[in-house]
């Protein structure tokens, strides 16, 4: 495979959890590259192990074997503190309830990563505007968590996770709590990303978010079953979605 | 496409492109995939059914299309029957696929996961058509709201295979 940078690459990569006869294999020797650009999603029965292989891809968890590189640099080798700085800067996470701060506004939520990487506050909030402006959230950058929709919540969160502009986006389970309109805002948010090249991985058991992407990977019990790459286009007409006939 | 034909011309008479108006209207860009000359077709069907009646008009000279239709009393029956009758459609591919496992296996013909992949990924392919085409409605739009029942559909199918899956894949270590 020669081309396109990996934006991210695992060989053998694993995470143990528990000893002895409590001992399970959460991710077990998993071989995963993905592309710059690629949208990948990854779908499973719960516990398959599809939200610790996110983890483990952004640092959030430690590895217990295997090797990791991010856009080339191995990671799986940090010690805590330059892991937590990767994280902090080239990492965006999305999760499923926000995790936004409820005392700070839409705009002090998406510029919080910039300033904890050491941007000035003045650079941070710029760009913070530009972001909440890209998710179409401008108009409601001065609001609270708390006065926002569902999806209005998820689009903030992602602008966050854009913050500093990461190698990688990791969501999990993003349209998890939203109804479809919302998650109709989240995956045309998605496409509008992936035209300006952003890698994502996707966690999820939402088979829309599935089939949007560019690619998707089935997990059971910590390994990968099945790895299918979607065609770009549409191969057929919307008609034979339909069946009316004469 | 009778009783839709029907229904739609229940509004007042009209002209066979009004029809196909109001089939765009509701079916967006779903509605391209419709042959233009299905309603007319059906039309014809209709009146030689004794359900819809024609009459020529004077007609503007742009339109070549001068016939304007219009129920008769048995086609207004007709459409009061439809609206009133409650159609779930069973699925017979269902049964069938379940079948056709059942008989893979017995026969060792083919391995039922082989075939609930294939299955999965033409349903994948069709759900992102589908997804896709959704995406690119406003929210709120007619065509949003009928593409938005395509892919819950899809959806329910994916999640009966993931359960075949499941089964299937037990059996397999069993024997």
Same mark, same amino acid.
């Given at each position: 495979?020669?081309?396109?940078?990996?934006?991210?690459?695992?060989?053998?990569?694993? +995470?143990?959890?528990?000893?002895? #006869?409590?001992?399970?294999?959460? =991710?077990? @020797?998993?071989?995963?590259? =993905?592309?710059?650009? #690629?949208?990948?999603? =990854?779908?499973?029965?719960?516990?398959?192990? +599809?939200?610790?292989?996110?983890?483990?891809?952004?640092?959030?968890?430690?590895?217990?074997?295997? @090797? /990791?590189? !991010?856009?080339?640099?191995?990671?799986?080798?940090?010690? @805590?503190?330059?892991?937590?700085?990767?994280?902090?800067?080239?990492?965006?996470?999305?999760? #499923?309830?926000?995790?936004?701060? *409820? *005392? /700070?506004?839409?705009?002090?939520? =998406? *510029?919080?990563?910039?300033?904890?990487?050491?941007?000035?506050?003045?650079?941070?909030?710029?760009?913070? !505007?530009?972001?909440?402006?890209?998710?179409?959230?401008?108009?409601?950058?001065?609001?609270?968590?708390?006065?926002?929709?569902?999806?209005?919540?998820?689009?903030?969160?992602?602008?966050?996770?854009?913050?500093?502009?990461?190698?990688?986006?990791?969501?999990? *389970?993003?349209?998890?709590?939203?109804?479809?309109?919302?998650?109709?805002?989240?995956?045309?948010?998605?496409?509008?990303?992936?035209?300006?090249g952003q890698t994502l991985v996707i966690v999820t058991h939402d088979e829309r978010v599935a089939a949007t992407a560019d690619r998707v990977v089935s997990m059971r019990d910590g390994r990968f079953v099945d790895d299918v790459h979607l065609p770009a286009a549409s191969t057929g007409g919307l008609g034979d979605l339909l069946g009316l006939g004469g | 496409m009778q009783d839709v034909v029907l229904a739609l011309l229940a509004k007042e008479p009209s002209h066979g492109y009004e029809l196909r108006q109001r089939l765009r209207a509701a079916l967006g860009p779903l509605g391209d995939t419709l042959n233009s000359g299905q309603v007319y077709v059906t039309l014809t069907r209709l009146e030689k059914a004794g359900l819809v009646s024609s009459a020529r008009t004077g007609g503007r000279p742009d339109r070549p299309d001068r016939k304007v239709y219009d129920l008769t009393a048995a086609g207004h029956r007709r459409v009061a029957d439809w609206l009133a009758e409650v159609s779930w459609t069973p699925r017979p591919e269902l049964a069938e696929f379940h079948l056709k496992l059942a008989a893979a296996r017995a026969a060792r013909l083919a391995d039922p996961l082989t075939l609930i992949d294939a299955h999965r990924r033409e349903l994948m392919r069709r759900l992102r058509d589908a997804q896709r085409a959704a995406l690119a409605e406003a929210d709120g739009s007619m065509a949003g709201l009928l593409l938005e029942g395509v892919v819950l559909r899809l959806r329910a199918d994916l999640r009966w295979l993931e359960s075949c899956e499941r089964v299937w894949s037990g059996h397999g270590e069993r024997s």
């Open positions: 495979m020669t081309g396109g940078t990996l934006a991210i690459r695992a060989r053998g990569l694993s +995470k143990v959890h528990g000893e002895g #006869q409590a001992r399970t294999r959460a =991710v077990d @020797e998993v071989d995963l590259d =993905v592309p710059a650009g #690629q949208t990948l999603a =990854v779908t499973g029965p719960s516990g398959c192990g +599809k939200s610790t292989l996110l983890h483990l891809l952004g640092g959030l968890e430690r590895v217990s074997a295997g @090797e /990791l590189w !991010l856009a080339g640099r191995r990671i799986d080798r940090l010690g @805590e503190r330059a892991l937590a700085r990767l994280r902090r800067r080239a990492i965006g996470f999305v999760f #499923q309830d926000f995790h936004l701060m *409820e *005392e /700070l506004s839409a705009v002090q939520n =998406v *510029e919080l990563p910039a300033l904890l990487a050491g941007r000035t506050p003045r650079t941070a909030r710029r760009r913070a !505007l530009d972001l909440l402006d890209r998710v179409g959230l401008a108009d409601r950058a001065q609001r609270l968590p708390a006065q926002l929709s569902g999806g209005q919540r998820q689009r903030v969160a992602i602008a966050r996770a854009l913050s500093n502009a990461p190698l990688a986006v990791l969501a999990d *389970e993003p349209t998890g709590n939203l109804d479809t309109a919302a998650t109709n805002d989240v995956l045309r948010l998605f496409d509008s990303l992936r035209s300006t | -």
